[in-house]
């Protein structure tokens, strides 16, 4: 199976799902049900809409900003509009495919700063780990914080599977599996290791492992860590307001406080990690939490339907600028360095 017909299969599974899932959350919904969500987009105020995409393009910069504190890290320096344009189309890449952005992300970073794509790879896994501890953070904050109702909910729901799971890894047969698996691994690794470290690709990919390094330490050799972590707490800051403020938006949602939103954002979150773009599982997942905090579930769901949507405008809009910008930005330097100097004319 070539490439293409892979990377087409893999589009088509994952916009089924999506779509599989928007059909899921619509299908037993009455003509009245409709009608009453259509009042709800006719009448929200979307003041409150425009005022979360102006915070999200906020912690958009400052994740431009702060990877291009890594790539320098690396002696790399790229330009803020090509970080930024970069940071960009990965949201619109991973519309099309879960991951496929960050691969696009790094590429434009090699096509019009030259960084070597395994730099650029490794300040991603940085990138990542940083992410998830801060989702998981934030997952441990509201599941206290909102336990009568998320909390409760959640371990309601999947706690005793979940703790099943973990008993029976954990149980003198599943640790026996385990360590068998980890000294398997470990042989065929130092087998590889000795029969291939002389070759070329060997060493190629050995190289390529350095860049990684280089890439996943470079946090640590920041011009400006107090910047860094001002960067890093300002960007999940901001997806809280986000969504915070959309709550506002309708008559149904604006009573719900802080601990709602927050458990909106959280368990949104994990909807657009593990689907594409979020599509259909967002806003079965908003509709769920929603429900919690006593909002009518047409209501909760058009609620879960209106940030999606603007959000994901946001990112076709903001991802075709990029697009384009990336090509201007560049040619103008491009010409700026074919100019002769003012010494070189006279």
């Excluded at 970069?86 to 952005?101: D, I």
């Excluded at 794509?117 to 909102?146: K, N, P, Y």
């Excluded at 047969?173 to 690709?201: C, D, N, P, R």
């Amino acid at each position: 199976m070539n490439k293409r017909l892979k990377d087409i299969l893999k589009v088509t599974i994952f916009l089924g799902l999506g779509l599989f899932l928007v059909w899921w959350s619509v299908k037993d919904l009455s003509a009245a049900d409709w009608e009453e969500m259509k009042a709800a987009f006719r009448e929200a105020n979307y003041f409150w809409i425009v005022l979360s995409l102006i915070i999200t393009l906020a912690s958009h910069f400052s994740r431009a900003l702060r990877w291009r504190m890594m790539l320098q890290a690396t002696g790399n320096n790229p330009s803020v509009g090509n970080t930024m344009s970069a940071v960009m189309v990965n949201y619109l890449a991973n519309l099309a495919l879960p991951r496929l952005g960050e691969v696009m992300r790094c590429g434009v970073m090699k096509q019009y700063e030259n960084i070597p794509l395994s730099q650029s790879v490794g300040t991603l896994i940085t990138e990542r780990v940083i992410d998830v501890i801060f989702l998981l953070s934030f997952t441990v904050i509201v599941f206290f914080w909102q336990f009568e109702r998320v909390g409760r909910f959640l371990q309601e729901k999947f706690g005793a599977a979940l703790g099943a799971k973990v008993e029976n890894m954990t149980s003198g047969s599943g640790l026996i599996y385990l360590g068998i698996g980890f000294l398997l691994f470990a042989a065929v690794a130092f087998w590889l290791f000795k029969k291939f470290q002389q070759t070329a690709l060997f060493q190629r990919v050995l190289e390529t492992l350095k860049g990684l390094w280089e890439g996943i330490i470079s946090v640590k050799n920041v011009s400006n860590l107090p910047l860094f972590i001002f960067h890093t707490f300002f960007i999940w800051i901001m997806y809280v307001v986000m969504t915070y403020v959309c709550i506002f938006a309708m008559d149904a949602t604006e009573n719900v406080g802080l601990g709602a939103a927050l458990a909106v954002f959280v368990c949104g979150g994990y909807a657009i990690l593990f689907t594409q773009g979020g599509i259909g599982a967002y806003q079965i997942i908003v509709q769920a939490v929603l429900i919690l905090y006593g909002v009518k579930s047409n209501l909760a769901l058009a609620f879960g339907w209106l940030v999606w949507s603007s959000q994901t405008i946001l990112v076709l809009i903001g991802g075709v600028i990029a697009l384009v910008a990336l090509s201007f930005l560049n040619r103008s330097q491009k010409v700026n360095r074919s100019a002769p100097s003012v010494n070189q004319s006279t």
